[in-house]
Nanobody
Framework: QVQLVESGGGLAQAGKSLTLSCAAS????????MAWYRQAPGKQRELVAI???????NYADSAKGRFTISRDNAKKSAYLQMERLEPEDTAVYYC?????????????????WGQGTQVTVSS
């Protein structure tokens, strides 16, 4: 099992910044990609940003130019720096990791989710 623990959410005023962190832990695994999703009340969960091995990234249109995803391979962590926040960014933000995990003498490719962290942006 791989655990993902998010931190850094909270309340921010519109125009301000927040940085989310996600730390992965487990026995033996390698990370293929890490991503941030968000889910606003009454809406489906949506991809915000993803970073893959080699550090290629993709962003939702709503995040382009304002959010930056990064990772620290040594710490098995990912970060989402959010700038110029808007009330529409209010949501629960979830960390996601696509991993190769060694278990029972073989490798398995699995996806894990964090518990989510609330981001609330006031106008």
């Amino acid at each position: 099992q791989v655990q993902l623990v998010e931190s850094g959410g909270g309340l921010a005023q519109a125009g301000k910044s927040l940085t989310l962190s996600c730390a992965a832990s487990g026995r033996q695994f390698t990370i293929n990609s890490m991503a941030w999703y968000r889910q606003a009340p009454g809406k489906q969960r949506e991809l915000v940003a993803i970073i893959r091995s080699g550090d290629s990234t993709n962003y939702a249109d709503s995040a382009k130019g304002r959010f930056t995803i990064s990772r620290d391979n040594a710490k098995k962590s990912a970060y989402l720096q959010m700038e110029r926040l808007e009330p529409e960014d209010t949501a629960v933000y979830y960390c996601n990791a696509d991993v190769d995990e060694f278990e029972d003498l073989r490798w398995y490719r699995r996806t894990y989710w964090g518990q989510g962290t609330q981001v609330t942006v006031s106008s």
